[in-house]
């Protein structure tokens, strides 16, 4: 219906986009999942040598990829993955491996997935914005998109490090939930946007919420995963197929600092967000902290990494206590998003589904 | 008494200890939660009367304990309230202490370096005081001191003292913060007022009594408002063709401060996002809707027209619904009783683009392109001469039960078409032109807020960014022309990373000494890391 101002094609385009990149990144999923759960327990130091030489050749193995799907893109990888020996740093360390582990070679191929999916992501993204030309989230449907997409980015920065790869399982379950969700429900015809949301702070203030909760959100699944390490199932000598896949986790001190780097990185930045969307309501609304329901969330979620921050420096709440705070933290922003503007109204509703 | 003093000093510790702090913080957001579940007084008063009718049980025991003021209520003050006082009391000294300590020389070095988690030893051939010059010479930034004690030399250096400093001003900026909204609480106020878009008279925020609502703080009493008088002379509208609004712009005129005196007007388009701002006040657009005019010909042929705001109750297609009341001029009737039992009330729908299902009435578009309404139009007493305060944009049904009011027509009425009714009175619906619902805020303290939101920022970026380091040099001569270097490092905070960083560190300082062997690093994880920085 929305014709006006709008490049049909390109918002077309968007949409497939949007569509490929779930496909590619649920692709990515499965084969990140059979890694984890089929990969034997090699040691931490040989997993780690190997990695560290062969993490130049991911950015060519997302490339063919690309071009010729996964069956194609983990052959290519292995190509280069031979190589290995050669460049490492310390000789006689590394056993010349000749062929990789199939489930290895699995798990890097879901990783070249992975980066392929980010890069759908972003096409569709850019595309939405030069649809509509107006920055691309106007509406949940779009901010869900954007959030996903700082969350995938800061989860690259994060777990560059191959040793890292079977987080990304943990990552891609949440954002692969979220991106259903939205593209299911949420879904809204490209359109301009209404003149509430007609501001120069509409760039600012969503772009900057949403990198917030997307690192948010891969701290809360470190916060997450650290927890279950430091639970019974995370015991080396217990029994059960969970626990082998807790056992192939990076240590609990690795996820715990991964939480807090993201955290201290995302907890500036979200407190941003919240300001300029104050800054931004004393503009449209009259006033620039009124309790509404989304403001009153945010809070919440401030409070609560607030109170993670300084439990991470409280002797007796550093470990466990400061995790289970960050979850909460985590749960408080899935919170905001969906409950806040899909069930209650508040001046936040017209980013829902209407 | 001393027992007391104990107590006292007991429970000022535990209050200002960090447990205490996180856990005032956890009930600061626990507290929160049915702020942003339950109804609000302050957002919606009719929801809370609702939710409280429709849970009579529970609904009466939640609003006991504030549950739909939250915000306000004892128990949250009371919450940041310690919080706050336990802030004081723990960065207090925090403050002091941080005075002091960036007067204070860095510490001493400790006896055995070796026994620090990291350090590090070389021998390196010149003179004492050269190395010492050359180390001292790389550690610029840091706070450092040379101690000499007969041969050796011991530099300390320490840096990283913003960090303390970026974390005292965001706790007290904290403060200031909440100073500075209660404050505009305390001197601010806001009224709406809905002001229809006809040139006509419109409004001066001069009292209270101007305004269709009024809500201010405890120190405002209306008699010093600051007066801003605006009259509206159009207001657009565009949508798209699914009725999705892609503007709103009013065109104001307002006078304000000086202005009033020469009764000179200013021009201002006022739009959602693009508040006027005067003197220190604001003026929103917040809404709009739309007044339709009737104009009713009483039976001697006298008219009366009036024109007043419905309520839009569908916000995408502004259907709206409300009530009018007409007084029979003076005159017509000898006796003021006649006169008032013969009064014309009108109530019903008006929809901006006319869509009819029968005689059912509904908009199929927010924009005024085929305005319609669809009213009953009632004679009798409006009960307007009671006393008895009514709504505007409904008759009183009690009087319609009483008979006091008595119907005598169910019409659909185009623009310009009009109704007879038995008497010879004729009601025509003559248009609709739009209003905007204004508001005017005032807020004395809210640039404060935002620079103490600000420097909070601030300091908060300050304090994760800076990080606290201490490092300590002992330098001893070990034979002619060469000295023994020991290094040694203390991470303060921020542990992670800090191996790495103090090898860069140990390297940095002894590059530009004479006969320095490489820095030796230790653990496989940091060859492995600095072997693919050196691929790279």
New interface residues.
Partial sequence: ????HVGIGLARFSDWAFTSSVVVLVAALLLLAVELAYSRGRKV?SR??VG?AT?ATFGSGAATAATFGSGAATAATFGSGATVGA????PGVVAAEPTRPLDERVGKAGLALVYVGIGFLLACIVLRGLATTRVPWGNMYEFINLTCFSGLIAAAVMLRRPQYRALWVFVLVPVLILLTVSGRWLYTNA??V???L??Y?LPIHVSVVSLGSGVFLVAGVASILFLLKMSPLGAPDTEGALTRIVARLPDAQTLD?IA??TT?FA??VF??GV?FG???A????????????KE??S??AW??Y??YL??R??A??RDKKAAW?NV?GFV?MVFNLFF?NLV?V?LHSYAGVG | MRRLLAYARNTWRTLTS??T??VL??L??LG??P???LP?R??NEFKVEQYIAEHPTIGPWLDRLQAFE??SSFWFTAIYVLLFISLVGCLTPRLIEHARSLRATPVAAPRNLSRLPKHHTAEVSGGADAVAAVVSDHLRGWRRTARKDGEVTEISAEKGYLREFGNIVFHFSLLGLLVA?AAGKLFGY?GNVIVIADSGPGFCSASPAAFDSFRAGNTVDGTSLYPICLRVNDFHAHY???G?????SADIDYQAGSDLNTDSWRPYRL?????LRVGGD?V?L?GHGYAPTFTVTFPDRQTRTQTLQFRPEDQITLLSSGAMRFDPPGGSYPDPDERRKNQIAIQGLFAPTEQLQGTLLSSSFPALNNPAVAVDIYKGDTGLDTGLPQSLFSLDPKLIDQKRLTKKARVNLRAGQETRLDDGTVVRFDNAVPFINV?V?H?PA?VW??VF??TM?AG??VS?VVRRRRVWVRLTPAGPGTVSVELGGLAR?DN?GWGDEFDRLARRLLADVPGAPAVRREG?MN??RE??A??A
């Fill in positions: 219906m929305n014709t006006e130091e780690e040598l560290a993490a460049d490492s740093a310390t359109a301009p209404m003149p509430a007609q501001s702070w600092r807090y780097r201290i907890f500036p407190g941003f300001i104050a800054i931004w004393e503009e449209a609304w009259g006033r620039y902290w009124g309790w509404d329901p009153t969330v809070f919440i409070v609560s607030a109170a300084h439990a420096s409280t007796g709440w705070i909460v408080a806040i209650t508040g | 960090m447990g702090a996180l913080l956890f600061l957001a929160a939660i702020g942003a579940l609000q302050s957002l939250v915000f909204v806001e798209l063709p699914s999705q609004a892609t503007s709103f739009k959602v996002n693009e508040p604001r929103y917040q508001q805020s807020d809210q807020v935002l939101a600000l920022m908060l970026l994760l905070t992670s496989h060859t492995q072997a693919k050196d691929r």
